[in-house]
């Protein structure tokens, strides 16, 4: 099996759809459905059923997902300490979701400047880690969303943003204005895979564990939760500055605690190209502000 195979099973895995998975790789739908297909005549299996609702694991394709995730993530360790052991100058930027593009222009034509002989690298996490890799060794540097177990972690916050409560357009509550916690305790909201950071689980399902509350389906992307919402009439929790698709709008949520936008790195590998980073992305966000 090729690496590049693996990778692009577990975005259409992870999506739930060829379009959105294919969205993700930066690819066209046709050459990934002939590659999903190329994977599924070599294993000699069916991984995937495909309907007009969407895409549905096998127990094959379960199991392979399984697999090619510890597959993956051992092979981008490796690279990183081979990387690491040749003394190349590179440094691996964790982001989570949308974060990536908080990074914007400016940040990367000051980096390229202050140091251009860096090479940069970005690895893109789920929900299920809101360290985008840092305790696995997997990134340098996260630009990523508290709260979380910071436990060995240092940050530097970029910006404070109030969150609200995603909801359908023709939701009774949308028009509602500003909502309380109370105002939705009837609704099922998205939930966390187990083993989710539980300081990061409980932040996003409101503070309410399920039991006090409907529980939801199980999501790991942004786009599984939006989708959530506007199929199902979950309740998701987001950032008043989020773009959303239409059918969808936010409703401030008064007594949620704000998200906090951060660069976040393992204290104890702490360098000089990491704080560089942090800084210039400090500053970035502050000019921004101004």
């Known amino acids: 099996m090729e690496f590049r195979l693996l990778h692009y099973f577990v975005a259409v ?18 050459p990934l459905s002939r590659a999903i297909k190329q994977l599924e005549t070599d294993l000699g299996v069916v991984l995937l059923h495909r309907s007009a609702a969407g895409v549905a694991l096998t127990a094959a394709g379960q199991t392979l ?8 993530e051992q092979a981008e360790r490796a690279r990183a300490r081979v990387t690491a052991a040749a003394g190349a100058a590179t440094l691996t930027v964790g982001t989570l979701a949308d974060t990536g593009r ?14 251009p002989e860096v090479a940069i690298r970005f690895r893109e996490a789920d929900f299920t880690d809101p360290t985008t890799g840092l305790r696995a060794g997997l990134v340098d540097v996260a630009l990523t969303r508290t709260p979380f177990d910071d436990t060995g972690i ?7 943003e109030r969150v609200g409560a995603v909801l359908r357009t023709d939701d009774p509550l949308a028009n509602r204005g500003p909502l309380r916690l109370a105002d939705l305790a009837d609704r099922p909201w998205f939930q966390l895979p187990d083993g989710t950071d539980p300081i990061w689980r409980a932040y996003w399902n409101g503070a309410a564990p399920v039991g ?32 959303l698709p239409d059918g969808l709008t936010v409703a401030p949520l008064t007594d949620m605690p704000p998200s906090r936008l951060v660069v976040a790195w393992a204290s104890a590998r702490e360098n000089p190209l990491v704080r560089s980073f942090a800084q210039l992305a400090g500053t970035a966000h502050r000019s921004a502000r101004a």
């Open 154 to 160: 240092s940050t530097r916050v970029l910006r404070s």
């Open 65 to 72: 997902y399984a697999e090619a995730t510890a597959l993956l």
């Open 13 to 30: 895995a992870e999506e739930r759809h060829y379009g959105r998975a294919a969205a993700r790789l930066h690819m066209t739908q046709p």
């Open 102 to 115: 908080e990074l914007g222009t400016s940040v990367a034509a000051a980096f390229r400047r202050r140091h």
């Open 212 to 243: 006090e509350r409907p529980a939801g389906p199980v999501v790991r992307t942004v786009t599984e939760c939006l989708q959530a919402v506007l199929w199902n009439g979950m309740v998701g929790i987001a950032p008043l500055s989020h773009a």
